[in-house]
């Protein structure tokens, strides 16, 4: 069954092969998702800064009744930071609307701000947020990190 599948992750973390979306669920009710997705089987719980349902997500993780390392919880850096200090706050942010030790994966939700999406050319600011997650994979905060809505060239950028 898919629900108990996983692909593993170039640094060995496995991932699960399917997961539960939370964009457009607000903070209100995600945890009731959560909640709900875990007990059919889901260990793989997506979120975002953007979304601002962080806080509920973790509450959907906690009483969940499953142990948290037995879930996957992914994260994404708001799209619009650009730069290494605000990455890294931003990050030790969603740690703590999260309140969890580590974020199991954390991407830059895109290579451009969405007010601009597709738009100019953000490759500085992406080596400065890609540095800022290097550095709190290096520190423990994360166990894997990568990217969202990358074009190739934005990749190979980085």
Same mark, same amino acid.
């Given at each position: 069954?898919? /629900?108990?599948?996983?692909?593993? $992750? @170039? ?6 092969? /399917?997961? /539960? ?9 995600? +945890?009731?998702?959560?909640? +709900?997705?875990? *007990? ?21 993780? =906690?009483? @969940? &009744?499953?142990?948290?390392? *037995? ?6 850096? +708001?799209?619009?930071? %650009? ?5 890294? +706050?931003?990050?030790?942010?969603? /740690? *703590? %609307? $999260? ?18 999406? =597709? &738009? ?6 992406? =080596? *400065? ?10 520190? &423990?905060?994360? =166990?894997?990190?990568?990217? @969202? ?10």
């Amino acid at each position: 069954m898919i /629900l108990n599948e996983n692909y593993t $992750l @170039s640094n060995g973390v496995e991932i699960p092969k /399917l997961g /539960l979306g939370t964009w457009r669920v607000d903070d209100e009710h995600v +945890a009731d998702a959560v909640r +709900a997705a875990v *007990e059919i089987g889901y260990r793989g719980i997506d979120s975002a800064q953007a979304y601002g349902n962080e806080r509920g997500v973790v509450e959907g993780v =906690r009483t @969940s &009744g499953v142990p948290r390392d *037995e879930l996957f919880v992914t994260t994404k850096l +708001a799209a619009e930071i %650009k730069d290494r200090a605000g990455a890294a +706050a931003a990050i030790d942010e969603s /740690l *703590e %609307k $999260l309140d969890i030790d580590y974020i199991d994966l954390m991407l830059i939700h895109g290579p451009q701000p969405w007010d601009d999406f =597709r &738009g100019g050319d953000y490759f500085e600011g992406n =080596r *400065e947020a890609w540095a800022a997650l290097e550095d709190a994979y290096q520190a &423990g905060k994360i =166990r894997a990190i990568g990217v @969202s809505n990358f074009l190739h060239r934005d990749i190979k950028n980085i």
